[in-house]
């Protein structure tokens, strides 16, 4: 009998940094993709709002909304439940300190996650700040954020000028100094996010960071060829699955069409006697 994996801890992914172990968290948005995450080893299930794009269909993720994000953390939690859940708080729901309790606290108490993660640095360290003062574990997200892509001017790489790194680097101090326990990097440069980790007493994860950060990310259905619609650099595919869930739809079709599909074995049978007592039944039911 498989026995269950231990969840981790604040503490032991904090640790991770003086350890030298390699955190692996990947985004999963769904109960089936927990589960895989829990038997696979993950040692951290990450509710990402990018759920909006892979799970929902819309170009970014800006439309997730709190009722979205909390229905597909329940689902996540129940998929994995022996796995550390970090749950991302979707756009504008962290405006405002209140917003950010208010919020953070459904993450905690409805879903039953294990961590909440918005997004900024400097800007948002007072945000930060809030959620550590009230006890709630918190994690945050720079360089390439999502939920400000607009003012980016799209997917871009952040961190390619001495300037722009710096800002990164500040981003990342009042992170730490904020109480956050990890932070994230998306798309900077990989000599640029190693030094910066390097700074930092927290550890790092990466998504399209390099090998310098603490952990990496990746989205469950990016390396494992779910979502197709686009394949960013940084994605490598560990698995082909929609070309496997593809090719079984297509022979599904194709038997049923010409009526080999189903076959005796996959259909259920009745006694005999009381298939013979069947039919005399119906022909009964014509004579009245």
Not at 126 to 149: C, E, M, Y
Request: charged share 20%; hydrophobic share 40%; proline share 5%.
């Amino acid at each position: 009998m498989a026995t269950q994996p231990q969840k981790r801890t604040i503490s032991e992914i904090r640790e991770s940094k003086q350890t030298g172990e390699k955190m692996v968290y990947m985004s999963v948005p769904d109960y089936t993709a927990a589960q895989w995450a829990e038997m696979g080893g993950v040692d951290v299930a990450v509710v990402g709002d990018s759920l909006a794009m892979i799970a929902h269909g819309h170009p970014n993720t800006v439309p997730a909304t709190m009722e979205m994000m909390i229905l597909h953390s329940c689902a996540v939690r129940r998929g994995a439940p022996n796995t550390f859940v970090l749950g991302c708080m979707p756009y504008q729901s962290y405006n405002t300190i209140d917003r950010a309790l208010t919020n953070a606290t459904r993450f905690m108490q409805e879903a039953i996650c294990d961590a909440v993660k918005p997004q900024g640095g400097k800007s948002q360290a007072h945000i930060l700040k809030a959620l550590v003062d009230a006890g709630i574990p918190t994690a945050s997200h720079i360089g390439l954020t999502p939920h400000t892509v607009a003012m980016f001017g799209g997917f871009k790489i952040q961190g390619r000028t001495a300037e722009s790194a710096m800002k990164i680097l500040e981003d990342a101090l009042a992170i730490q100094d904020a109480g956050c326990f990890m932070l994230e990097f998306e798309a900077v440069p990989a000599k640029i996010a190693k030094v910066i980790s390097e700074q930092l007493e927290i550890p790092t994860i990466g998504i399209g960071a390099g090998a310098g950060t603490d952990g990496q990310i990746l989205l469950c259905y990016d390396l494992l060829g779910v979502f197709t619609d686009f394949k960013p650099k940084f994605t490598k595919r560990y698995a082909a699955l929609t070309e496997v869930a593809v090719g079984g739809i297509r022979q599904y079709v194709e038997e049923v069409k010409n009526g080999v599909f189903p076959d005796d074995d996959h259909s259920y049978n009745t006694p005999p006697e009381e298939y013979e007592k069947f039919l005399t039944l119906v022909e009964q039911r014509k004579q009245v």
